[in-house]
């Protein structure tokens, strides 16, 4: 093999083979190897098999929410099609989609698998949506969402091990997304066991096929913390002493001007027995003078 660069252009021969790019070359070898090049880094559907998309979202107050997608390419969506199809006459009915959406999440849920603190935890899930480009018995792509939510304990560190081993064939692109919500710490986040000596904190996991062996570790593990929110108090305590503040400026600026007012009309005062009198200015200065 020779490599021979041009125009700023990676290139590579292989023996009585045409030039191609190292990327090209890349994917040659994934598929000779009995592989296939990995997808992009987000949902999507493949011509032939089907991809799987996992989002665990760590919420304060000690809330997880699992958010999970099936993708189903054209081929194999077609075989699906038209076993859901029970009537026969070539389109899904809103029944036979919902009825397809549930046979397809009660597959999923057989094979994933979530634990909390090293105890394993139900998922119930919500009632799955069905998306169909167009209701005919055709090669078509599906997708199927659902969700579910658990609860763990809040204000000490959480250990999550979730595995996704669903057998729907053909499987395509596997991906486990971490998303730490507003106050989450995120300690840990690692494929297989954690190490705390090392730890990463991998927040996308992508994985392509099936396993490939009964042995072989898919499972994530990740370890977070909720941290408390900063206590309020002296901050209201500063609003309260601020707006105290205000209020006494605002009663002597209206007694100031009290003042000024009355100094031009009553202030002088005349007592005489039984008698109180409120004397404006000028006449009180002509007594007094």
């Known amino acids: 093999m020779h490599r021979v660069l041009a125009m700023g252009q990676s290139s590579c021969y292989l023996r009585g083979m045409v030039p191609c790019s190292w990327r090209a070359a890349l994917t040659m070898a994934l598929v000779i190897l009995g592989g296939a090049a990995p997808a992009p880094g987000h949902p999507q559907f493949t011509l032939s098999v089907v991809n799987r998309y996992s989002r665990l979202a760590l919420m304060p107050r000690g809330q997880v929410r699992l958010t999970y997608t099936i993708m189903v390419g054209d081929i194999p969506a077609f075989n699906l099609r038209r076993g859901a199809d029970r009537d026969g006459d070539g ?9 397809l959406a549930r046979q397809l999440l009660g597959e999923a849920r057989a ?22 480009a167009g209701d005919a018995v055709a090669p078509a792509a599906l997708s199927v969402d659902t969700s579910a939510s658990v609860r763990v304990a809040s204000g000490q560190v959480q250990e999550l091990r979730y595995e996704d081993r669903v057998g729907l064939a053909p499987a395509g692109e596997i991906e ?16 297989g066991a954690p190490r705390p000596e090392q730890p990463q904190r991998i927040t996308t996991f992508r994985f392509y096929g099936p396993p490939s062996s009964s042995l072989s570790d ?30 006494l400026l605002a009663l002597a600026g209206l007694g100031w001007r009290r003042y ?24 009180y200065r002509r007594m007094k003078g």
Do not use: D, Y
């Not at 913390?225 to 205000?246: F, I, Q």
């Not at 009309?265 to 006449?283: A, N």
């Open 91 to 99: 389109r899904l009915s809103e029944a036979e989609g919902a009825a």
């Open 176 to 191: 486990i997304l971490v998303e730490p919500g507003p106050g989450i710490e995120l300690i840990e986040s690692c494929q």
């Open 260 to 283: 000024r007012r009355m100094k031009g009309q009553l202030v002088g005062i005349r007592c005489e027995p039984g008698f109180l009198h409120f004397l404006p200015w000028r006449r």
């Open 111 to 132: 094979g994933l698998r979530l634990e909390a603190n090293g105890q394993p935890v139900a998922l119930h899930f919500a009632e799955p949506t069905i998306g169909l």
């Open 218 to 247: 898919r499972s994530i593990t990740v370890r977070f913390l909720e941290r408390a929110p900063p206590s309020l108090v002296p901050h209201r305590l500063l609003l309260l002493a601020g707006a105290g503040l205000m209020g």
